[in-house]
């Protein structure tokens, strides 16, 4: 089951930052947040992950709210072989299994 | 790393075959590999969790008997859909998890299933 919930779509310019909204107000304490993204006709993508600290990576940074109730995917710079679905996933810590929501498409405006 | 492929990326069968789907890790063990289906304009749906040497878990609504999953391998699982009808069509998708490793999982290229 879905525990995540994201806007459907959103635009961005190319080259500024892009922050994507995640709500989940009822993790858990051992679920891990996970963001992917895909392409059409794609698999999905690993974006980023984190538990309770912001994390960052080459490609994104994850800034957690301090009661894990929502998350934010922020694209520094965004460009064009950026637009794509970005998905938020619940894992529990426990098992493996992932449930996507919706999603957020992101469109970047040249 | 963590490359997963899927063989073979379209396949158009006609209605009442068999169609098999494999799901590799390429370059590192999976204990536990991920069947997904999706649906045009649509978010993945998780079908199963294949373990490797034991039976698959699959979700609650996918047919067990329709839809056949073998993981013999740490680096090999197959989807069999069974007597495929047009409703079947759609894109699967594979996903694996390192084995002792993070928990990302790594996904594959998907299948384009089109029955007639």
């Known amino acids: 089951d879905a525990k995540t919930t994201q806007p459907n779509s959103m635009e961005s310019n190319e080259e500024e930052p892009v922050h994507l909204p995640c709500n989940h107000s009822t993790i858990s304490g051992t679920d891990y947040i996970h963001w992917y993204r895909q392409l059409p006709s794609q698999g999905p993508e690993y974006v980023i992950h984190g538990l309770t600290s912001n994390v960052n990576n080459r490609m994104a940074s994850l800034a957690i709210a301090e009661d894990r109730k929502s998350s934010t995917l922020i694209l520094h710079r965004a460009t064009l072989r950026d637009a794509a679905v970005y998905y938020c996933i619940l894992r529990d810590r426990t098992g493996n299994q992932f449930y996507f929501g919706t999603g957020t498409s992101l469109t970047v405006i040249p | 790393g963590a490359v997963v492929s899927q063989h073979p990326s379209r396949v158009i069968c006609k209605s009442g075959t068999s169609v098999k789907i494999e799901c590799r890790s390429l370059?590192?063990?999976?204990?536990?590999m991920f069947w997904y289906r999706q649906f045009p304009k649509q978010s993945l749906m998780l079908m199963a969790t294949?373990?490797?040497?034991?039976?698959?878990?699959?979700e609650q609504g996918v047919e067990k008997d329709k839809f056949l999953i073998n993981h013999a391998s740490l680096t090999l699982s197959t989807l069999t859909v069974t007597s495929a009808h047009p409703e079947d069509s759609s894109f699967y998708i594979c996903?694996?998890?390192?084995?002792?490793?993070?928990?990302?999982?790594?996904f594959g290229p998907g299948t384009r299933l089109l029955v007639l």
């Open positions: 996903s694996a998890t390192v084995a002792g490793g993070p928990e990302t999982q790594y």
């Open positions: 294949s373990n490797e040497g034991s039976k698959a878990t699959y």
């Open positions: 370059d590192f063990q999976a204990t536990t």
